[in-house]
C-alpha cells in the first residue's frame, strides 16, 4: 500500500461493462422492435439449422449465414452478422461438447448436451429481447454518459458508473497468516468479490487504509469514546453509529468529502431466503 494508505485497484483482465440505459419512451419502442427483430433473425437461423441436424444432415453454416444476412441486413445493417457470429458460437460450443462426449471425455458438469437453444422469454414465451451490435457500429461518450449506436442514429443515456472507497484492514494478512488472521484472510477474500463484480459493472475502486477511522469523529476531528456498543460518542455533543462514522471517514480519506446531511442508516439482516429489514432498527 502506498504511503497515505489509498491505492486505486487496476483490473488486469478487461471485462463486459453493464450499465443501466435510460432511453426516451420513442427510443425505448425502437430499442425493442430492433431486439425483436434481432431475436427473430437468432430464432429463425437456429431452427434451420436444427433441423438439419435432426435429419441427421450437414449444418451447413455458410449458407444459412448468407441467406439470413441476407434477409435482415435491411432491418439490422451489418448488426446482423454479429446475431449471426452469437448463433455461430452457440454451435461451435455444442459440437465441441458433443465431441467430448463421444471421446469418453466428458466434462463433470455436463449431464446431457442438447443444440442450442433459441432466445425465448421463459416467462411470457414469446422472443427474448437481445439486440446484439458490431462492435465497430457503436461507440460509448463517457463524459456525456451517452451510447452512441450508429447504424439507427440513436444517442441514449445511461446511469453514471459509481466508484467505491473499500476499507482496508491496517494488519490484513496479504499472503501467509495464522489461527488470528483467518478473519483477514476470508475479509481479502470478500474484498476481492466486492472488486471482480465492480470491474463487472465498470466501477472504480480504491483500497483505503482503515487505520484510525474508528477513534476519530467524521466531522470533528477529535477523538469519540464508544459507548453503548455500536455507538461513537462525540465531545461536541452528538452520536453516531459507529459503522457510519468509520465509513464517513474513509471516504474524506479518500476525497476529502464530508457529507453534510446523513439521513438514519437503515439496518437488514440477512436471511437464506433473502435481505430482510431488522425489526425495531428502523424508522
Known sequence: MPEEGICEV???NRRTNAVRLLPNGF???KLRKLADTSAKLFNELNYERRQQFFQRQRVDFRGTWDKYYKKY??????NAQAVLQKNNEAWSSFFSLLKLRKGNRPQPFMKRVNPPKYWKDGESGGRKLILAVRQDRYAVDEQNHKLILKDFSME???AGRLTIYMGYPFNIAQDRGNKFTANMRSYRKLMDVIELKAQEYGMKVFEVVEYGTSRYCAYHDVKVERHPRGVVSCPEGHKLHS???S???ILKKATGMVIPT???PLSFIVEHSGVAPARGCNP
Not at 441486413?73 to 451489418?78: N, Y
Open 10 to 12: 487496476k483490473f488486469k
Open 243 to 245: 459503522d457510519l462514522n
Open 247 to 249: 465509513a464517513l471517514n
Open 156 to 158: 441514449i443515456r445511461f
Open 27 to 29: 427510443q425505448e419502442r
Open 73 to 78: 441486413k435491411s432491418a439490422l445493417g451489418v
Open 262 to 264: 446523513i439521513e438514519k
